[in-house]
């Protein structure tokens, strides 16, 4: 089983979203989540008066899939968030030991 955590504008979320239901992935933590990179940050002007956004928002999504389903859920998420712009985010694969479903007591895939 891996995990799969990635970092997307938010503009993006609904393409991703549906693009992973395709693929029959179900479960999907979102977290708000505010951050740069080399997009820095930038300014803006409220009323005259200019100030800077050093951190940007972003959305920081979470979830597990089996080994069968990481290539394709890898590829959904980059096709459907990729915009071409410096800000797109990123993409973090990790690889779990074990998922336990609290309700039921279900171990491994059968968890997820």
């Given at each position: 089983?891996?995990?799969?955590?990635?970092?997307?504008?938010?503009?993006?979320?609904?393409?991703?979203?549906?693009?992973?239901?395709?693929?029959?992935?179900?479960?999907?933590?979102?977290?708000?989540?505010?951050?740069?990179?080399?997009?820095?940050?930038?300014?803006?002007?409220?009323?005259?008066?200019?100030?800077?956004?050093?951190?940007?928002?972003k959305l920081f999504l979470?979830?597990?899939?089996?080994?069968?389903?990481?290539?394709?859920?890898?590829?959904a998420i980059i096709e459907?968030?990729?915009?071409?712009?410096?800000?797109?985010?990123?993409?973090?694969?990790?690889?779990?030991?074990?998922?336990?479903?609290?309700?039921?007591?279900?171990?491994?895939?059968?968890?997820?």
């Amino acid at each position: 089983m891996k995990r799969i955590d990635a970092v997307i504008r938010p503009s993006q979320l609904e393409q991703v979203k549906e693009r992973l239901h395709a693929l029959g992935i179900t479960g999907l933590t979102i977290f708000e989540a505010r951050g740069f990179g080399r997009q820095k940050g930038h300014t803006e002007t409220y009323r005259g008066t200019e100030y800077s956004l050093d951190f940007l928002p972003k959305l920081f999504l979470s979830l597990v899939v089996v080994e069968e389903l990481l290539e394709p859920a890898l590829g959904a998420i980059i096709e459907s968030a990729r915009t071409g712009a410096i800000g797109d985010g990123k993409i973090f694969v990790t690889s779990l030991d074990e998922v336990v479903r609290i309700r039921t007591g279900e171990r491994g895939p059968a968890a997820i």
